[in-house]
């Protein structure tokens, strides 16, 4: 009997047992399911285009015309899409694809995470502005124009949004955005990571990990920045600046240690550590009461702080802020040294090729 089962068709099987067996299928298998039968093909799909990586465009035309398809059914699936990733910066993308990833749009009421590039900079249009796209994560690198901003307006469950990093000198009004976003957007933004222009429309967001780039134009702009948002957030965990200015330091770390984020605060990064300004720095630490994570820039030490000597700087910060777990130097050559501490002993972990811009570490805490 048990033989015989083996040999019976696909449709002889409750569509129960088929779900179960399309479940724990390997994903390369289940384009082969789809041509078995119709039965089959309704229970592969919705794994199919789960979640959807591609890279090239002849793919990314087939998969995006494939969930068009039968008005659109397909597209409903998508809960991950990635599109444009990696070395497709630099593509040129013809007009007729963007049409197809418009109309795909528009039908992906399930979808939740979204990393998009453009490299043209000039194809906002293509976001659809109704309420039935309800994103939680996007990584999008777009122009920001009118159109993007009303786009980001009508996302209220957004709660991670990483934006490339963008030339406003161009657009922008002094400082500013060319097109702000409307009080109250993004409710639900947690996570931020992008041009410090930007997290300045961010301030009714009940942001908890802030990760911005800092350039020589906007850097004036950042202290009031940062006395804005300690009035308004006292839940902030995670500060990240990349790119931070040396003048900036000391005046930068004492506003957040006179504010309420200084009783928020576990990770703190990147600090672009003096030797003549230490004593600043750590006289500004004494009031971080629970940081757990700093990250210290001394690639522009001559010469370059040893291993024995990032030990003594590491002990020498924990003197002034106990609560330290972690402390982090880049070096020159894009070397960094992760130190950790545990049972009141120090240890660390080296590794190249990184640099603050590659780093996740403030998303950790």
Same mark, same amino acid.
């Given at each position: 009997?048990?033989?015989?089962?083996?040999?019976m068709p696909p449709a002889a099987f409750p569509e129960k047992v088929l779900t179960r067996f399309v479940h724990f299928s390997r994903p390369i298998d289940l384009p082969a399911l789809c041509r078995v039968n119709k039965l089959l093909s309704r229970l592969a799909e919705p794994r199919i285009y789960r979640e959807l990586v591609l890279k090239d465009l002849q793919s990314m035309y087939s998969v995006m015309s494939a969930l068009l398809a039968d008005d659109g059914k397909r597209a409903s699936f998508v809960r991950r899409l990635w599109l444009f990733s990696g070395s497709c910066l630099f593509l040129q993308v013809p007009r007729g694809l963007w049409n197809l990833i418009r109309d795909a749009? /528009?039908?992906?009421?399930? /979808?939740?995470?979204? %990393?998009?590039?453009?490299?043209?900079?000039?194809?906002?249009?293509?976001?659809?502005?109704?309420? !039935?796209?309800?994103?939680?994560?996007? *990584?999008? #690198?777009?122009?920001?124009? +009118?159109?993007?901003?009303?786009?980001?307006?009508?996302?209220?469950?957004?709660?991670?949004?990483?934006? +490339?990093? $963008?030339?406003?000198?161009?657009?922008?009004?002094? $400082?500013?955005?060319?097109?702000?976003? =409307?009080?109250?957007?993004?409710?639900?933004?947690?996570?931020?990571?992008?041009?410090?222009?930007?997290?300045?429309?961010?301030?009714?967001?009940?942001?908890?990990?802030?990760?911005?780039?800092?350039?020589?134009?906007?850097?004036?702009?950042?202290?009031?920045?940062?006395?804005?948002?300690?009035?308004?957030?006292?839940?902030?965990?995670?500060?990240?600046?990349?790119?931070?200015?040396? %003048?900036?330091?000391?005046?930068?770390?004492?506003?957040?240690?006179?504010?309420?984020?200084?009783?928020?605060?576990?990770?703190?990064?990147?600090?672009?550590?003096?030797?003549?300004?230490?004593?600043? *720095? #750590? !006289?500004? /630490? /004494?009031?971080?009461? #629970?940081?757990?994570?700093?990250?210290?820039?001394?690639?522009?030490? #001559?010469?370059?702080?040893?291993? $024995?000597?990032?030990?003594?700087?590491?002990?020498?910060?924990?003197? %002034?802020?106990?609560?330290?777990? $972690?402390?982090?130097?880049?070096? =020159?050559? %894009?070397?960094?040294?992760?130190?950790?501490? +545990?049972?009141?002993?120090?240890?660390?972990?080296?590794?190249?090729?990184?640099?603050?811009?590659?780093?996740?570490?403030?998303?950790?805490?």
């Amino acid at each position: 009997m048990f033989e015989q089962n083996l040999t019976m068709p696909p449709a002889a099987f409750p569509e129960k047992v088929l779900t179960r067996f399309v479940h724990f299928s390997r994903p390369i298998d289940l384009p082969a399911l789809c041509r078995v039968n119709k039965l089959l093909s309704r229970l592969a799909e919705p794994r199919i285009y789960r979640e959807l990586v591609l890279k090239d465009l002849q793919s990314m035309y087939s998969v995006m015309s494939a969930l068009l398809a039968d008005d659109g059914k397909r597209a409903s699936f998508v809960r991950r899409l990635w599109l444009f990733s990696g070395s497709c910066l630099f593509l040129q993308v013809p007009r007729g694809l963007w049409n197809l990833i418009r109309d795909a749009l /528009l039908k992906m009421d399930s /979808l939740q995470t979204i %990393y998009l590039v453009d490299p043209d900079l000039i194809n906002t249009w293509i976001f659809p502005l109704d309420a !039935r796209l309800k994103i939680r994560e996007a *990584i999008l #690198h777009f122009a920001w124009d +009118e159109r993007f901003a009303a786009f980001l307006n009508t996302q209220t469950e957004l709660r991670f949004l990483s934006m +490339e990093d $963008y030339d406003f000198s161009d657009d922008a009004d002094g $400082y500013g955005l060319p097109c702000p976003l =409307a009080p109250g957007s993004l409710p639900a933004l947690e996570t931020f990571d992008g041009p410090l222009p930007i997290a300045q429309q961010l301030l009714s967001s009940p942001l908890k990990q802030l990760h911005m780039t800092l350039d020589a134009e906007i850097a004036p702009t950042l202290v009031p920045f940062i006395q804005k948002l300690a009035r308004r957030n006292k839940c902030m965990r995670s500060l990240d600046i990349i790119l931070i200015l040396d %003048y900036l330091v000391v005046q930068t770390l004492r506003t957040l240690a006179e504010s309420p984020l200084s009783s928020s605060l576990r990770y703190l990064g990147v600090i672009m550590l003096s030797p003549t300004q230490r004593h600043e *720095i #750590h !006289r500004s /630490l /004494l009031h971080f009461a #629970h940081l757990e994570c700093i990250q210290l820039n001394v690639s522009h030490w #001559h010469p370059q702080p040893a291993v $024995y000597h990032q030990r003594m700087l590491t002990t020498e910060l924990r003197i %002034y802020c106990p609560s330290l777990r $972690y402390v982090v130097f880049y070096t =020159a050559q %894009y070397h960094q040294f992760v130190w950790r501490c +545990e049972n009141e002993q120090w240890s660390h972990s080296h590794s190249g090729g990184r640099t603050s811009l590659d780093d996740t570490m403030w998303r950790n805490f």
